[in-house]
């Protein structure tokens, strides 16, 4: 018995070690997948990432789009560690996700937050304490300086001494700079209030005590020499404020306190207005920060966190073209240092350490009014709005955003009609239905500098066809992406222009009888069409923009109505599709009209427009159009910082165009779309036109559908 015994333990203890070499072995090759965010203009995936690929590297890239697309991955498990900045890991701590740990600070200085806040007075105002501040002279550094001085942070001295002025008939951004011009006698707080320029003038003349300290307070603009973070001090320190709000190192720049650099002004006779409602001298900080800005850290997964952490420690000291100096070049800690936390903490517990940082984002002056309520047409949307609303709000953006869930454009369409949401976005092609059987109307377009990336829609046909003119269009076959779309609309608008056909109401039966046959997807959900209409369809095969062209190109069709764009797509080689093998570009050509020698369109639109409902109220359209405007600034293709915080105008998740177009550059509003007159032929403006036929489509939304729509309304709440 003994012996069995004895070999039982020694199989056992083979068996223990076998388990231990395997599972070493296993660490040895384990890479950490480390989430890069690629810069225009320093391709540094391509550079240093192959280095990380050699024998015995234990990290490994995954691309992502921006920091919160990374961050977003580190969560789902796609990635294993990252670098975010102070709003991003806000966004993190939103999830309350307790399967990720901070275990590293990335630092540009010796110090343990990246910068604090404070309002410094002038010795000579007599201020001594917070409630003396009522009726003093204000110093700001003003409006959208830098990506690392949000609004939040911007605004918290604001939100925490002055007394709110309420006023649910104007905007949250508005009621801000009524709080701020009826408690402070002056102030200068230069630069763009809001993004659209009319509103933002308005807003300059109806609070004009905001900029009376200004050097130039009819301008009020960046170009002030009291705007941004050194201006402000200058505003205090010529005697033009009494009070200025700044950060640390500015102050300590500005007042000779440290450095060799000498003092633009006496610092014995300014003093800081600490939190406590106490004096301190400027060479005296402690216990005096309103406010301090988290330094940038590394978001790991917990369990691999202590892994990452040992490895991290090692940076510092890597040899040139070794993976642990590609990883520190990736990181971009080179000109920094990397501090390991001496206990890994979740997101909030970090964001707690920093004074003031994480309760800046829940002070608001006034109870929110609203929400802009978005509602999005599929789950893939959901997701992107979701993390948008997660980044708006780390932001400071007013109103707040809401996400409803919904099953369909026409379903989202029919929710704003209805008021269970306030916003959907459309494609060109859904403009019409969206205008003619729901009452919407467009507040914003998309906006692309690029008038090429515009939605142009054009009468092809192949360049050998005999087909010259719109006339000749007459008894010939035709494809058509989407009943009612951009194509359909349009030639409809240019023969009737031209009297081809009559001006009846039913664009069915004039398009019907005037091509011989079509392929019109879409079609048969309307009443008593001519069966010609689907002649030339196959199922789907030939429905969506794609489709069209393939009716075109197969031979099934003589023209086909679709945008430019989707000739290059599906030609010389630019497409996959067995269909598309040895098409042309040159084997197609556009139908121009009257009016046109080179560029030939039937129409162009905007690449997308967000709409709402006509009777929105004008204080719910402006603040609607402030925060998309906003939006569209901070996360757009003109974004200030070093690397994308979040990109709305890309793809998402490996599918372009989701709730925004990828070539979009940022919103305008839409009056400035109806001031341009460069292009002639505006999708926008041409189904604008009064209309004298009603539809009877919407009746197919029952009762069963407005119930859905309550339930939408009460899951988003």
Request: glycine share 4%; hydrophobic share 35%; with cysteine.
């Amino acid at each position: 018995m003994a012996i069995r015994n004895c070999s039982a333990w020694r199989w056992f203890m083979v068996f223990c070690a076998c388990v231990l070499v395997f599972s070493n072995a296993c660490e040895a090759l384990q890479k950490y997948r480390i989430c890069v965010t690629e810069k225009s203009n320093n391709k540094k995936y391509n550079k240093y990432c192959p280095l990380l690929e050699k024998s015995g590297a234990k990290a490994t890239c995954i691309l992502g789009h921006s920091r919160l697309d990374c961050l977003r991955k580190v969560l789902q498990g796609q990635a294993d560690f990252g670098v975010f900045e102070a709003e991003d890991i806000i966004v993190a701590s939103s999830y309350k996700n307790a399967d990720v740990l901070i275990t590293n600070e990335i630092r540009r200085f010796n110090t343990p937050f990246a910068y604090e806040v404070y309002p410094v007075v002038r010795r000579s105002s007599n201020i001594t304490r917070i409630s003396q501040l009522r009726g003093k002279k204000f110093c700001h550094s003003g409006y959208g300086y830098e990506p690392d001085w949000t609004k939040v942070i911007s605004q918290y001295f604001e939100a925490r001494v002055v007394t709110p002025v309420c006023d649910a008939d104007v905007t949250a951004v508005e009621n801000d700079l009524k709080s701020t011009s009826q408690f402070f006698k002056a102030a200068c707080k230069a630069g763009p209030r809001v993004p659209d320029r009319k509103l933002d003038t308005k807003l300059m003349r109806t609070y004009p005590n905001l900029c009376k300290l200004c050097s130039n307070p009819s301008d009020c603009s960046v170009n002030d020499k009291y705007w941004g973070p050194v201006g402000t001090l200058y505003c205090l320190t010529d005697g033009a404020g009494d009070v200025a709000w700044a950060k640390l190192p500015d102050i300590e720049y500005h007042f000779g306190i440290v450095g060799e650099e000498p003092s633009h002004a006496p610092a014995e006779e300014y003093s800081y207005l600490c939190v406590d409602d106490k004096l301190a001298p400027l060479n005296n900080t402690e216990n005096c920060a309103w406010l301090s800005r988290p330094w940038p850290a590394v978001i790991v997964r917990r369990e691999v966190a202590e892994s990452v952490q040992q490895i991290l420690s090692f940076l510092k000291t890597a040899q040139p073209q070794t993976w642990y100096w590609a990883l520190e070049e990736l990181l971009e800690i080179h000109a920094q240092t990397i501090v390991p936390l001496d206990s890994m903490m979740v997101p909030d517990d970090y964001l707690q350490k920093a004074p003031g940082f994480l309760s800046a984002n829940s002070l608001a002056q006034c109870e929110p009014s609203g929400k802009v309520r978005i509602c999005t047409k599929t789950s893939s949307e959901m997701n992107k709005c979701d993390l948008l609303q997660r980044a708006a709000k780390a932001y400071g953006i007013e109103p707040q955003l809401e996400c409803l869930a919904g099953w369909k454009t026409e379903f989202c369409m029919k929710a704003v009609q209805e008021n269970f949401a306030d916003v959907v976005t459309t494609h060109p092609d859904d403009l019409y239905v969206g205008y003619r059987e729901f009452g919407l109307r467009p507040l914003l377009y998309e906006y692309t500098k690029n008038l090429r990336s515009v939605h142009r829609v054009a009468a092809v046909v192949h360049t050998n066809s005999p087909i010259k003119n719109i006339k000749d269009l007459e008894g010939k076959r035709a494809c058509f992406t989407v009943y009612n779309g951009v194509g359909w609309n349009s030639i409809l608008s240019v023969l009737r222009s031209k009297m081809l056909v009559p001006s009846t109401c039913s664009s069915t039966t004039a398009l019907g009888e005037f091509f011989s046959a079509s392929c019109v997807p879409g079609v048969n959900m309307s009443q008593n069409f001519p069966s010609s209409l689907e002649a030339l369809c196959e199922n789907d095969l030939y429905s969506g923009e794609t489709g069209a062209f393939r009716c075109l190109a197969a031979g099934k069709g003589e023209v086909a109505f679709i945008e430019l764009k989707t000739i290059k797509e599906n030609t010389d080689g630019a497409s996959s599709e067995a269909w598309t093998d040895g098409l042309k570009s040159n084997n197609f050509r556009a139908l121009c009209l009257d009016d046109q020698t080179e560029e030939c369109y039937l129409s162009w639109a905007t690449p997308g427009q967000v709409l709402i409902r006509s009777n929105t109220t004008d204080v719910k359209k402006t603040e609607i159009s402030i925060a998309l405007m906003e939006l569209g600034n901070l996360f757009g293709k003109s974004q200030k910082a070093p690397t994308a915080e979040f990109q709305m105008f890309a793809p998402f998740d490996n599918e372009n165009n989701v709730l925004f177009h990828d070539v979009t550059h940022h919103f305008e509003e839409y009056a400035s779309l109806q001031e341009d007159k460069a292009m002639a032929h505006n999708y926008e403006r041409m189904i604008e036109a009064p209309s004298q036929c009603s539809s009877a489509r919407t009746m197919r939304f029952s009762h069963i559908t407005l119930l859905a729509l309550l339930f939408l309304h009460l899951i988003s709440d």
